[in-house]
């Protein structure tokens, strides 16, 4: 019986709080795309700046799911925003940037092939 964790080269998320999102022992304090094959695309600033560009690098990944952090509340994008996923038949989850987090952390573990786009709401 195993009862180690498979190990993963993919990133993993380590923190997360208002204004800041932990990579490693990288500290980002922007929105941010992160892949499960060691990507870190800037992103858009924030919820308000979204179009169907934002998803359209989403699209261009090589992920079967993404997940989607709307930030520190719910937030669901505009379904003409998600055109270009669904023309490469890849998966979106909503959520909060936190439940994200977790999410992409469990799902990158078990080696899928996902990618986490993060809303890192501005703190002022």
């Known amino acids: ?32 795309i992160i892949g499960c094959h060691g990507e870190k695309i800037p992103w858009a600033a924030r919820f308000e700046d979204l179009g169907p ?23 669901f994008p505009k379904p003409a925003w998600l055109a270009s996923l669904g023309a490469r038949r890849i998966g979106i989850e909503t959520m ?10 469990i799902l990158a573990q078990e080696g899928r092939q996902v990618a986490v786009a993060l809303i890192v709401d501005v703190v002022s």
Request: with cysteine; proline share 8%.
């Open 1 to 32: 019986m195993k009862l180690q964790p498979d190990q993963s080269d993919a990133p993993t998320i380590t923190g997360y709080g208002p204004g800041w999102v932990g990579v490693g022992p990288e500290k980002i304090t922007h929105s941010v």
């Open 53 to 75: 560009e934002h998803f359209e690098v989403l699209a261009a990944l090589p992920v079967e799911v993404v997940i989607f952090g709307s930030g520190a509340r719910l937030r």
């Open 96 to 105: 909060d940037s936190a439940a994200a987090c977790r999410t992409y952390n």
